[in-house]
């Protein structure tokens, strides 16, 4: 009969503990991996969706529904950021394809040039979401764009969704962000992403142009580039614009939407 008060029974007693925890965490870790990669998956079509306005906010579907919509409507594509071109290689799969990771990989990404929105590295290959109508018509009604970038309090990522002209904001979310609920954290109401809608981001020069400001703005066809900044939340409205501005310019998305516009891509 082993004796309980020795240290040896204590100590060998500790380690099947931890042996056993260790054996339940592995297994969990390893039996739910699939599951998790599912629910990222059908997490970021559903954003897609959103951005593109295929989905309302208050909408419920099921992960089926969504991914079938997804399939009938989007085309998941990469791009070479700097020189805007597809990727054509087939070397990465766009549909598995983490770009979060990817630009914290020395062997896929580089340093990004100094910007406001405070983007430290980018990845060589871009996401981009082709959306069409889904009746089977080729024609590429408006293109969805990851963007990130520093809020007041960690990294903001989100989805833009331009619109074939390469200039129209046709939706916009945050899914993602650390701001603070009630204030920086109303970029994730969709009822302040709805501002955004309709402006234009680029000016006649085709340079990046839409701006929050304090006050009201004009509705989108009066007022195209200024959106009203959430009131007490003024750094994080302007982390947004920023944001936007850095991934729609030529260190971003600038090179894609230029082709993207006239009509060599998409
Ligand atoms: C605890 C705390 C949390 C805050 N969180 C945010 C935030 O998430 N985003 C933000 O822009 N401002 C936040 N602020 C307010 C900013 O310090 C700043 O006052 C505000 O951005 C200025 O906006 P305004 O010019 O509309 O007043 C926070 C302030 C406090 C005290």
């Not at 990222?40 to 959103?50: C, G, S």
């Not at 290689?89 to 896929?108: H, W």
Request: aromatic fraction near 8%; charge should be positive.
């Amino acid at each position: 009969m082993a004796d309980r008060e020795s240290t040896r029974y204590t100590i060998g007693f500790a380690a099947v503990v931890c042996v056993v925890c260790a054996l339940v965490v592995a297994v969990a870790a390893v039996g739910l991996r699939s599951q998790q990669e599912a629910n990222a998956l059908a997490f970021r079509q559903k954003n897609v969706l959103l951005a593109a306005g295929l989905v309302e906010p208050d909408e419920t579907r099921s992960d089926r529904e969504l991914e079938q919509l997804f399939d009938r409507h989007v085309e998941t594509r990469l791009v070479e950021l700097e020189s805007g071109r597809y990727e054509e290689g087939g070397r990465i799969d766009p549909r598995t394809y983490n770009q979060r990771r990817a630009r914290n990989d020395p062997a896929l990404s580089r340093a990004a040039p100094p910007n406001e929105a405070k983007v430290a590295r980018l990845p060589t290959y871009g996401g981009v979401f082709l959306i069409r109508d889904g009746t089977g018509d080729k024609t590429v009604r408006q293109v969805v764009l990851p963007i990130e970038g520093i809020g007041m309090w960690g990294t903001i990522y989100g989805l833009l969704a331009v619109d074939r002209d390469g200039k129209t904001i046709r939706g916009l979310t945050f899914y993602d962000q650390k701001e603070t609920p009630g204030l920086g954290g109303e970029i994730s109401n969709p009822k302040w992403q709805a501002l955004w809608v309709g402006r234009h981001a680029f000016d006649a020069n085709w340079t990046p142009k839409l701006t929050v400001i304090k006050g009201r703005a004009g509705p989108p066809e009066q007022d195209p580039h200024r959106v009203d900044a959430i009131s007490g939340a003024t750094i994080t409205s302007n982390a947004v614009s920023r944001l936007i501005g850095f991934w729609l310019s030529d260190a971003g998305y600038g090179p894609y939407l230029r082709r993207f516009r006239e009509g060599g891509n998409g």
